[in-house]
């Protein structure tokens, strides 16, 4: 903004660096009272997204009746979880997430030794392949197992008795074993995520110090190897044991049948398999999990605080790769065999259970195209499809852009309240997708009629956007991190504004990582349903919500139909986002 020397003395009567100084201080105004409306606005929305639920779960504990009706405030609630079944519940919880996370996380390590550090064939596609499972919706592999692994007509245990003549069936998912090893199938590529870049970050020659002290390999790889990697390993495991104590669909769909409860199948029966719904109850018991994850989180902090892991210096290195010789095949194996058995089994049976007139009777004259019929000609599946399209295109896209500011404010500004709203932004973290999915089903009752979001496609999406925050704020986060603070201070002393300069210098550097979260942030909306579940009306159904129904009726059939076109869409689009990650980000 300029002001002439003509205009102002002619405005004003005052000299014209007096005038100047007056045009800079309203506009200095002007620019912090914008700042100031526009921090409120984004507390604002945080609060809805985060906070309110919250609030709304704390209320809903203390409520006698459900939501949307005149009660009292009792704890009774939290009276009603001092059951013994309750405790067995508390303890498969516990006892199920370590059981997944120990093996998941050797495995992982193995995974990620093998494709980081070792001269493995193929390692670039190989990575690929093996955290493919982390990008499939876990309710499709959940289907796939349960007619894979069914205990009267699953096709493993067909093919295991037509092998060997006998009548016993060796595989039952509907077991906590089956409920273990769903869930390792997405424990591992989750974890092998986190682990593999440590491998490569880590220094060689402290590796090799060791050795020529010497030490094995073995005992170097336990002794300097692991005990670098604390930090990811920790970390790794405590945020998988957390994702195992919020899981829903592995519990839903093998442990319900075998009379397995854990705390989010007890949250969802407590609303929807009970008469009267039990809503007290149920949010109690969500406040009971924000509590365990809590202290997880504070364990975490304790293990690592005042310990150094420092393994990248000024030196330049390159990660030490291991000859394996003639042992590279096994490990390329071993890749393989991960792959095959938690992505082509499971497709595979959705692709042969779509073909086939009924479900564990594979006779060539039960072969038909009418189960494809039925699910192109059904009302509901299109409905759900175009729901899930425009939640997953409207919310990807609100995320993205509500993370990529958050992340601006706490990575490029110095303004107060910025810790308030990266905290804000991060506390759906902690909040698995049932008790989010609870808090909100309290929070859009109670709101004034006025705002009609209650029942609505618009309750999923806030409840998308909330979840996927978390996710958006970090990618966004290391991308401004990677970027110099002088390329905008140049920007603005040549005179653009803080608009232009964000436009055409901050998002143009970063759109790249802000695509490849809003793939990520697709991918989780496409897979989401322990809130969905909650949250749908007649109208609003995903297709998460129309695959379980189907399931629930008995049509495995077309579950396979649907699920065999999902899976489909999500290694589209993760051939889609590795090609643009290839070409942008120079990874993989």
Not at 2 to 14: I, K, Y
Not at 270 to 280: G, K, L
Request: charged share 10%; with cysteine.
């Amino acid at each position: 903004m300029t002001v002439s020397a003509d205009d102002s003395l002619h405005d004003s009567g005052r000299p014209a660096p007096t005038a100047r100084l007056f045009a800079a201080l309203r506009l200095l105004r002007a620019t912090a009272a914008g700042r100031i409306v526009g921090l409120a606005l984004l507390v604002a929305v945080l609060a809805l997204l985060s906070v309110y639920p919250l609030s709304m779960l704390l209320y809903g504990s203390l409520h006698s009746t459900p939501p949307g009706m005149a009660g009292t405030f009792n704890l009774d609630g939290y009276r009603d979880i001092l059951t013994r079944e309750n405790s067995i519940t508390l303890v498969n919880t516990v006892g199920i997430s370590l059981a997944k996370t120990v093996p998941s996380l050797a495995l992982a390590v193995l995974l990620a030794w093998i494709l980081a550090r070792t001269d493995t064939p193929c390692r670039g596609a190989l990575e690929v392949l093996v955290t493919l499972p982390f990008f499939i919706p876990p309710i499709l592999t959940a289907m796939a197992w349960g007619m894979l692994g069914n205990p009267q007509v699953g096709l493993l245990n067909q093919l295991y008795q037509a092998i060997t003549g006998s009548s016993a069936a060796p595989i039952n998912v509907y077991s906590y074993g089956g409920v273990v090893w769903h869930m390792m199938q997405y424990s591992v590529p989750f974890l092998f995520l986190l682990i593999v870049d440590a491998f490569r970050a880590m220094d060689p020659s402290l590796e090799e110090a060791a050795r020529m002290c010497g030490a094995s390999r073995l005992r170097t790889f336990r002794t300097i190897t692991l005990q670098l990697m604390l930090p990811a390993l920790t970390g790794g495991a405590i945020l998988s044991f957390i994702r195992g104590i919020e899981n829903f669909e592995s519990p839903l769909f093998f442990g319900a049948p075998a009379g397995i409860h854990v705390i989010t199948t007890d949250i969802y029966d407590s609303i929807n398999q009970r008469s009267p719904p039990q809503y007290q109850y149920a949010t109690a018991v969500s406040f009971v999990i924000m509590a365990l994850l809590f202290l997880i989180v504070l364990v975490q902090w304790r293990l690592l605080r005042g310990r150094s892991f420092a393994t990248v210096s000024g030196k330049g290195y390159s990660p030490g790769i291991v000859r394996l010789g003639p042992w590279r095949w096994v490990t390329f194996a071993v890749c393989m065999l991960f792959f095959i058995v938690t992505v082509v089994l499971p497709v595979g049976q959705l692709l042969i259970g779509s073909f086939f007139k009924f479900f564990g009777f594979y006779q060539w004259d039960m072969l038909t195209f009418e189960h494809y019929e039925a699910v192109f000609g059904s009302s509901e599946f299109w409905r759900g499809f175009g729901n899930t399209m425009l939640l997953g295109l409207i919310g990807a896209s609100a995320t993205m852009v509500l993370g990529g500011l958050v992340a601006y404010i706490s990575v490029r500004t110095k303004w107060r309240g910025r810790s308030l709203i990266d905290a804000m932004a991060w506390l759906p973290w902690m909040m698995p997708g049932i008790v989010l999915g609870v808090g909100f089903l309290w929070g859009f009752a109670l709101l004034p009629r006025a705002i009609p979001i209650y029942g609505t496609i618009w309750a999923l999406l806030l409840a998308y956007i909330s979840l996927g925050t978390p996710l958006s704020v970090r990618v966004m986060s290391s991308a401004y991190a990677q970027l110099s603070f002088d390329i905008e201070e140049c920007s603005r002393v040549h005179g653009a504004s803080w608009l232009t300069t964000m436009w055409r210098i901050v998002i143009a550097l970063s759109w790249p990582s802000f695509v490849v979260g809003w793939v990520l942030v697709f991918f989780g909306i496409m897979r989401e349903l322990s809130a969905s579940v909650l949250l749908y009306s007649i109208g609003s159904e995903v297709l998460s919500v129309v695959l379980l129904k189907l399931w629930v009726n008995g049509n495995a059939e077309q579950v396979s139909v649907i699920g065999l076109m999902m899976m489909v869409m999500v290694i589209l689009f993760r051939w889609v986002q590795l090609g643009f990650t290839r070409r942008h980000l120079g990874t993989l």
